[in-house]
DNA sequence: CAGTAGGCACTTTTT
DNA sequence: GTGCCTACTG
């Protein structure tokens, strides 16, 4: 269909009015009751252009009406990327091209699906429930893997482990195998796994060479015998939800040939998140039908260290020959300080498709702010900084809802969360523990598994003792044994036993009280009774919300409701077995919207998210590019980290806020950092310094901290002048003053450390946590330290030392942060 | 068998 | 500094 530049408007107003509305951290909706009408009054029959496309710009509405042959959408930040996805899939609907079941739409996540799924059915004005493969992969995969589970040796009622489970399946495996489960730790095992069935490696293909290097060359042994034990217990992995399809694909052309013909059109959100496993499954499809849509952004590819392949995005024109390639370059979302910022910054990463941002956006209440940097002393004063500015633009009448907090690690957010206490500051954690996660609901969940699926034997190990039984070690090896020696599931086995001699009496009567519990809750459910009503007798019953009434603890009357929240929520699904699918796929849990808060979360967490005002505290070496990624994955991990970085950035609508600070406190020790050298990227015609606020030096100025620390760090005095990138610069060549750590090369080769001396790779500058040689210091001697001044020592292991300060106390500190005096 | 003390490790997180 | 896991002891 070919369009014509005149029957747009040249500035798509309508997505603009979204991101300037919103103030709420969601991502702007597209649309309401109106897009609905339209696209319904779209399909009747009618000469006219569809009239859902107007709002798009010349890019948007190319990828939406691309629909033949494969086609890439670079949907750079704010660039409208989930209109696009939901008007192409509603511009096939209404084109009736195909039908809604006749359409593979996939997401990484089930929020993302959720949202697709409301806006389509905005879209076409009906229900979601016209779009059957509408979906995350893993929740497609179980739809396509319970009608064929034969062909990959599973039942069609197979559970789905959670990472719990998997755990420790395979402590079992490796202790059954008479390994050291200390040097071979079964979470080692279970990451290696992930990462082969990331891959999608089956035993057979994992390359010798990464087999060997487990457990004395038995890691391909160990990966069969996992799959064999999943095999029995009539269960699947997250990861081989994926593998079995692909395996069923491909050893089943006929099956293949009837999802490829199934599926007319396929869409992919967040390409740049596919591991090669998602890529050979949407390859095996794409090979019958070419109709296939891949939606992301290269730029904000955060997941490759679980797997995700920048490669897949990179290579797609290779991948599909006549390919299509359209870049969505016009932001909706930010203003031209902050789209600068991050557009500066991500040009320094090598293996990107490149795409160039610009933006119309502009904040008339206000001028034009540009990103601004501060330094702080330490991590207490960024807290106490950026509660001030909190509070600051909450006086001048900006919303809680408006403002977020984004940060590397999430032990930063214990600081600020302190601070918002103290200030009265509402806040919400976003990420973090998620709700099927928690101990209480997990323990639950595996009574309501052992009622439905008596051989679910994780499940029962995991609540056999739980509350205390007096079901210990010696009994459950007991039923193990059995169970092993006759392969059949542990109830089955404990049944068997506690008709003999086998077990103390004891035991045995608990046991067969326990079973017959379950006998009786069985019956229950099968004549009749509400699978909600069951779910509360099984938990009192058993005495499992007895045991938590009974505990002292804080957290105790939290689990409490949240074990009522799950009984409640029960209620939205018709079986037991409904309710299990759901849980083991759908880890998450909405809500908690309730009241005007600020969010804090981590930066990966707040991908896809937008905020007018952004604060990103911790740009320092080590922590922002983080050590570990720079270690682990050398030039590819400090690409991620700044693709992070970017991501950071591009979360803000209108005012970006970086800060530093000279001290912090990794792994329970202060230790003295420098400023990222993600800061020298940003360009310093769209970035503001802003002078070291009057409290800068920390303990009340005194200033013992302050003058020494300014003429210790060129640094540092030289930041807020104009000149402060020059300064860097040398201060990157020239002797790193006091600060410590050898300061080798920024930006340096990203070959591996040399052999032999300290390791100075790409500016390292955290200090060594580990002694390789005695500290040079002795008891009791008279040392300084930059933040905690003058003081004696009292204790050394290694190169860490105890000191007793003058001013500060006693504090651990590394050696090299103190000088002798 | 269960409660407690010392040892260790500690980026990011979805399904 | 802190939480979590293991090993020891009552």
């Given at each position: 269909m070919p369009h014509s530049s005149?029957?747009?408007?040249?500035?798509?107003?309508?997505?603009?009015?979204?991101?300037?509305?919103?103030?709420?951290?969601?991502?702007?909706?597209?649309?309401?009751?109106?897009?609905?009408?339209?696209?319904?009054?779209?399909?009747?029959?009618?000469?006219?252009?569809?009239?859902y496309l107007n709002g798009l710009n010349p890019e948007q509405r190319l990828a939406v009406e691309s629909l033949d042959g494969p086609v890439l959408v670079l949907a750079g930040a704010g660039t409208g990327k989930t209109r696009v996805l939901t008007t192409r899939i509603g511009h096939i609907l209404a084109s009736g091209r195909a039908y809604p079941s006749q359409i593979l739409a996939v997401t990484f996540t089930n929020k993302a699906a959720r949202e697709m799924k409301e806006r389509v059915g905005q879209l076409i004005g009906e229900g979601a429930e016209g779009m059957p493969w509408l979906g995350t992969f893993h929740s497609i995969c179980v739809k396509i893997l319970r009608r064929h589970a034969e062909l990959v040796g599973l039942k069609s009622g197979f559970s789905i482990l959670d990472t719990d489970d998997q755990i420790r399946l395979i402590k079992q495996i490796i202790q059954a195998e008479g390994l050291d489960d200390k040097r071979w730790t079964a979470r080692a095992f279970a990451s290696l796994l992930d990462g082969w069935k990331n891959r999608g490696l089956t035993p057979d293909q994992v390359p010798e060479g990464e087999a060997r290097a487990?457990?004395?060359?038995?890691?391909?042994?160990?990966?069969?015998?996992?799959?064999?034990?999943?095999?029995?217990?009539?269960?699947?992995?997250?990861?081989?939800?994926?593998?079995?399809?692909?395996?069923?694909?491909?050893?089943?052309?006929?099956i293949l040939k009837e999802y490829q013909r199934r599926f007319a059109y396929m869409l992919v959100d967040e390409y740049q998140d596919t591991n090669i496993a998602q890529y050979l499954f949407l390859r095996l499809l794409a090979q019958g039908n070419t109709n296939i849509c891949c939606v992301g952004d290269d730029d904000q590819s955060i997941y490759g260290w679980r797997g995700a392949e920048v490669d897949n995005i990179l290579r797609f024109e290779h991948d599909f020959p006549g390919a299509r390639v359209i870049r969505l370059e016009r932001n909706y979302r930010s203003t031209r300080h902050i789209l600068a910022a991050a557009s500066h910054l991500i040009a320094h990463n090598e293996g990107r498709l490149g795409k160039t941002l610009f933006t119309d956006v502009v904040d008339e209440a206000e001028e034009d702010m540009p990103v601004t940097v501060a330094a702080v002393w330490d991590s207490e004063e960024e807290a106490r900084a950026i509660g001030d500015e909190v509070e600051a633009l909450q006086a001048k009448g900006h919303s809680l809802e408006s403002m977020a907090i984004l940060v590397r690690a999430s032990f930063q957010m214990r600081e600020f969360e302190d601070r918002f206490v103290t200030l009265g500051v509402n806040y919400r954690v976003i990420g973090g523990p998620r709700f099927y996660e928690r101990m209480e609901i997990r323990d639950a969940m595996a009574y309501f598994r052992c009622v439905v699926q008596p051989a679910d034997d994780l499940a029962f190990e995991r609540i056999v003792n739980t509350p205390k039984r007096g079901l210990g070690d010696a009994s459950l090896k007991l039923v193990h044994a059995y169970a092993r020696a006759n392969r059949i599931p542990l109830m089955q086995a404990a049944q068997d036993l506690c008709h003999t001699e086998e077990l103390r009496p004891k035991a045995r009567n608990t046991l067969r009280n326990l079973l017959a519990d379950f006998d009786r809750w069985r019956d229950q459910l099968a004549s009749g009774m509400s699978h909600t009503d069951l779910a509360e007798i099984v938990l009192d019953e058993s005495g499992y919300t007895e045991m938590w009434r009974a505990d002292r603890s804080a957290e105790a009357p939290g689990r409490l409701d949240n074990l009522k929240e799950l009984i409640r929520s029960m209620d939205e699904f018709e079986s037991m077995t409904g309710f299990l699918e759901h849980v083991s796929l759908v880890m998450d849990r909405d809500g908690q919207a309730e009241g005007e808060k600020i969010s804090l979360m981590t930066l990966h967490s707040a991908k896809g998210l937008e905020f007018d005002t952004v604060f990103l505290p911790g740009w320092e070496e080590g922590l922002f590019p983080h050590q570990r990624a720079v270690d682990e994955s050398g030039r590819a991990g400090l690409e991620e980290e700044r693709r992070l970085a970017y991501v950071g950035i591009t979360r803000a609508r209108r005012r970006a806020k970086i800060w530093f600070a000279s001290n912090r406190r990794i792994h329970g020790m202060w230790q003295s950092t420098i400023p990222s050298r993600f800061l020298d990227e940003l360009p310093a015609d769209h970035v503001e310094v802003q002078e070291p606020s009057r409290s800068y030096g920390g303990y009340g100025g005194s200033g013992y901290g302050a003058s020494r620390f300014d003429t210790s760090d060129p640094f540092q005095s030289s930041y807020s002048t104009p000149g402060w990138k020059r300064a860097q610069r040398a201060a990157g060549s020239g002797a790193a003053g006091g600060s410590g750590g050898g300061f080798a090369g920024r930006m340096g080769s990203d070959e591996r450390r040399k052999t032999g001396g300290p390791r100075t790779i790409e500016g390292e500058l955290v200090a060594k946590s580990v002694a390789d040689e005695p500290s040079a210091f002795n008891i009791g001697e008279r040392v300084f330290h930059l933040k905690f001044g003058y003081g004696a020592i009292t204790g050394i292991e290694g190169n860490k030392l105890t000191i007793q300060f003058e001013k500060a106390g006693r504090k651990k500190v590394l050696d090299s942060f103190v000088e002798r005096h």
């Open positions: 005149g029957d747009h408007p040249p500035f798509p107003t309508r997505a603009d009015a979204d991101t300037r509305m919103g103030a709420a951290a969601v991502p702007a909706r597209g649309g309401g009751s109106g897009i609905a009408a339209r696209a319904q009054a779209a399909m009747r029959p009618a000469a006219a252009p569809a009239p487990f457990a004395n060359g038995r890691g391909r042994s160990l990966y069969e015998q996992y799959q064999e034990r999943l095999s029995i217990l009539n269960a699947a992995d997250f990861g081989d939800l994926l593998l079995h399809v692909i395996t069923l694909f491909k050893q089943h052309g006929d």
